[in-house]
């Protein structure tokens, strides 16, 4: 999975933590943070998870 902690590490930061895509999903940011650190640190393993984020965060960045 190492798609998430390098190659889409920016565009994941900038479309999900570093937006109000979380507010608009109505998303515990908190708990977003934790999984990405948690997954970042290789504690665990939450790639599809955040990648599903990730999308979904796209959709609303880019929907009209």
Same mark, same amino acid.
């Given at each position: 999975?190492?798609?998430m902690g390098h190659d889409l590490n920016e565009l994941f930061c900038d479309t999900v933590l570093n937006s109000d895509t979380?507010?608009?999903?109505n998303v515990d =940011?908190?708990?977003?943070?934790?999984?990405?650190q948690?997954?970042? =640190?290789?504690r665990e393993h939450y790639g599809?998870?955040?990648?599903?984020l990730?999308?979904?965060?796209?959709?609303?960045t880019h929907s009209p």
């Open positions: 999975q190492r798609w979380l507010d608009t999903l =940011s908190r708990v977003v943070k934790q999984l990405w948690d997954h970042q =640190s290789g599809h998870h955040l990648w599903a990730l999308v979904l965060g796209l959709w609303c």
